[in-house]
């Protein structure tokens, strides 16, 4: 069975600051895993996602995450806050089954 | 071009009624989705279809009926709608499905908010 687990329903961080949202996933294979987010009123974009390449991955708008096989993480970071990063993001893992589970989501809020 | 589409954006509509959701992808993927999403976020996939062939259905009222006339297509038929239906439906599609899971993980349609008064 796959699961994902986000700590932090909200996450605040000032303009400028560094950005964190943590995940771990549960899986009894090796999983693909992805950020999502999703913007007031619109379908979820995805921002990232680790296949077993590199387990540093960049995505899109600045952000990047770095599979921890270890600690069975997969957390999201970028350097500096942006206004426009306000947003509710989801992780999410596939492994062995034709879906994709997704997280309860971190809904992150950016303070001028 | 919009690569999956949904129709209609919103829907108002009187408990007891029967309505549709349509989706269509232009990605050429193999594998379309329904997903519902509750008013605190949370997703939850209902059914998913793989090149017409249904491979997913969850734990969903027999209310709820899909159905894909081609892989570029899957609607959403939903029977004598109740308060609870109100949600926002998201379609979504992916290249396919490997051992490892979903390729290239979904895109996703931009959803249709459902009401039931």
């Known amino acids: 069975a796959q699961s994902v687990t986000q700590l932090g329903s909200h996450v605040s961080v000032s303009e400028g600051a560094l950005v964190l949202l943590r995940c771990n996933y549960s899986?009894?294979?090796?999983?693909?895993l992805f950020w999502y987010v999703q913007y007031p009123n619109q379908g979820l974009q995805l921002l990232l996602k680790?296949?077993?390449?590199?387990?540093l991955v960049k995505g899109i708008n600045g952000f990047e995450a770095e599979f921890k096989k270890s600690e069975t993480s997969f957390h999201l970071t970028k350097p500096s806050a942006h206004m426009s990063d306000a947003a509710e993001y989801f992780c999410?893992?596939?492994?062995?089954?034709?879906?994709?589970?997704f997280g309860s989501g971190t809904r992150l809020s950016i303070r001028p | 071009d919009t690569a999956v589409s949904q129709t209609p954006k919103y829907l108002v509509t009187q408990m007891g009624n029967d309505k549709s959701i349509k989706c269509e992808q232009n990605?050429?993927?193999?594998?379309m989705y329904w997903y519902k999403q509750d008013s605190k976020k949370f997703l939850k996939i209902m059914f998913s279809?793989?090149?017409?062939?249904?491979?997913i259905n969850e734990t969903v009222p027999n209310r709820f009926s899909p159905k894909s006339p081609d892989k570029a297509h899957l609607n959403l038929h939903i029977n004598s709608l109740e308060l609870g239906d109100s949600a926002v439906y998201f379609c979504?599609?992916?290249?396919?499905?490997?051992?490892?899971?979903?390729?290239?993980?979904?895109?996703f349609g931009s959803g249709t908010r459902l009401t039931v008064v």
């Open positions: 979504a599609s992916s290249q396919g499905v490997s051992d490892r899971g979903v390729l290239g993980g979904y895109t």
């Open positions: 899986s009894s294979v090796p999983p693909y």
């Open positions: 680790y296949t077993s390449a590199a387990t």
């Open positions: 999410a893992v596939s492994s062995s089954a034709s879906k994709i589970i």
């Open positions: 990605l050429g993927h193999d594998t």
């Open positions: 279809y793989n090149n017409k062939e249904l491979i």
